[in-house]
């Protein structure tokens, strides 16, 4: 191939001066959820409810009622259908005083496990969350 001023080039000549040559391609990260400068490994669904019902139930038996209702939210929002997720979403929220809601997840776990091994206890939470609701809206 002749370039237009007469000189011969060869086929892999795109007229540009510099060298390729030792020049590697950036790796392309396949990943749509990575942090940029961060390794491209994301977690499954089920791998992320599980970190939020552990570290959950971590902040529960620290006490730290405001880090699990995080968490739980979190799971929840994965899937409002674990029993677990639905159980410390409801303990959170019945010790930030959140009555309404911790008495509606009461509400749903006691449908997903009215005779499991937390039933009884999720019974008696919710008679206390809704003592409490009453007596809010009477003042």
């Known amino acids: 191939m002749r370039s237009p001023d007469g000189d011969a080039r060869t086929a ?7 060298s390729r040559e030792g020049v590697r ?11 940029p400068g961060k390794p491209g490994k994301s977690k499954t669904r089920a791998q992320a409810i599980k970190e939020d019902l552990d570290v959950g139930g971590f902040y529960l038996d620290k006490k730290n009622w405001k880090a699990a209702q995080g968490r739980f939210s979190s799971a929840f929002a994965l899937d409002a259908e ?3 997720t639905v159980w410390g979403l409801a303990e959170a929220e019945r010790h930030l005083q959140l009555y309404k809601e911790a008495a509606e997840h009461y509400k749903l776990f006691l449908s997903y496990e009215p005779d499991g091994k937390r039933g009884r206890e999720a019974r008696k939470a919710l008679e ?12």
């Open 25 to 35: 391609q950036a790796p392309v990260e396949d990943d749509a959820d990575a942090k």
């Open 12 to 18: 892999n000549d795109d007229g540009f001066s510099s």
């Open 82 to 84: 674990n029993p677990d």
């Open 128 to 139: 206390e969350v809704e003592a409490a609701q009453h007596s809010a809206s009477v003042k």
